[in-house]
């Protein structure tokens, strides 16, 4: 009876433990920031280039979705220096699935107008 009795306890501290585990990894991926941060990290750890800043984030049906602004060239002055945007796929869990740049542009130089936009 005593080891039915500790076997049962410990499958309840079990199911506990992986309770208290899902609920950590929930609330982790749910938080904008830390889903920021560690995406900004993944996309420099691949292709060796920082982050200067994220232009566009946002949750979709698969994960998240960003648009990630890097210096691919630094140049002199600094206004000549090439930059890009990288589209990043992110799963529910905020880990990588996939990128792709999707513009390159000189630091000084504005997006062209485009006809009907503001």
Do not use: C, I
């Amino acid at each position: 009876m005593s080891d039915t009795k500790n076997s049962q306890e410990s499958q309840n501290s079990q199911k506990s433990q992986n309770s208290d585990k899902e609920n950590n990894r929930t609330s982790r991926r749910s938080n904008p920031m830390e889903v920021l941060r560690h995406a900004r990290a993944q996309l420099a750890e691949l292709t060796g280039m920082s982050a200067e800043t994220v232009s566009s984030f946002e949750q979709t049906d698969d994960g998240w979705s960003l648009e990630v602004e890097v210096m691919e060239l630094a140049r002199v002055p600094d206004t000549m220096s090439l930059m890009a945007s990288y589209q990043v796929d992110l799963d529910q869990d905020g880990q990588l699935t996939g990128y792709r740049r999707v513009r390159r542009y000189e630091r000084g130089r504005s997006d062209a107008h485009r006809p009907g936009g503001r």
